[in-house]
Nanobody, 125 residues
């Protein structure tokens, strides 16, 4: 059974930090690209960051570059994906989703086959 389960969302003041986690199991996700997307109310889901299967390469959308850090831990049966978010801004507020796919250097959500249920991040100004 494929499962991607996010956690770590919550309410934070602008300028604060949060760390999101995602536990992915049920597929050999250690061989997948893992990514984070987000969707704010009334907006389309957008790419945030991705990390290659080995963890050695990452890329980010411009608006979070330098503030967010994506990382992963390829454990034996579960891949743990993280998103460290610093200097949060009100515009970072959204539901954050972790996702898994096989295509590198893509920001399209259609290129990711597996998705979590999302975790809410709220940033107060």
């Amino acid at each position: 059974q494929v499962q991607l389960v996010e956690s770590g969302g919550g309410l934070v003041q602008a300028g604060g930090s949060l760390r999101l986690s995602c536990a992915a199991s049920g597929r050999p996700f250690s061989t997948y690209v893992m990514g984070w997307f987000r969707q704010a109310p009334g907006k389309e889901r957008e790419f945030v960051a991705a990390i290659r299967w080995s963890g050695g390469y990452t890329y980010y959308t411009d608006s979070v570059e330098g503030r967010f850090t994506i990382s992963r831990d390829n454990a034996e049966n579960t891949v743990y994906l993280y998103l460290e978010m610093n200097s949060l801004k009100p515009e970072d507020a959204a539901v954050y989703y972790c996702a898994a796919g096989i295509r590198w250097l893509t920001t399209r959500d259609s290129d990711y086959a597996y998705w979590g249920q999302g975790t809410q991040v709220t940033v107060s100004s």
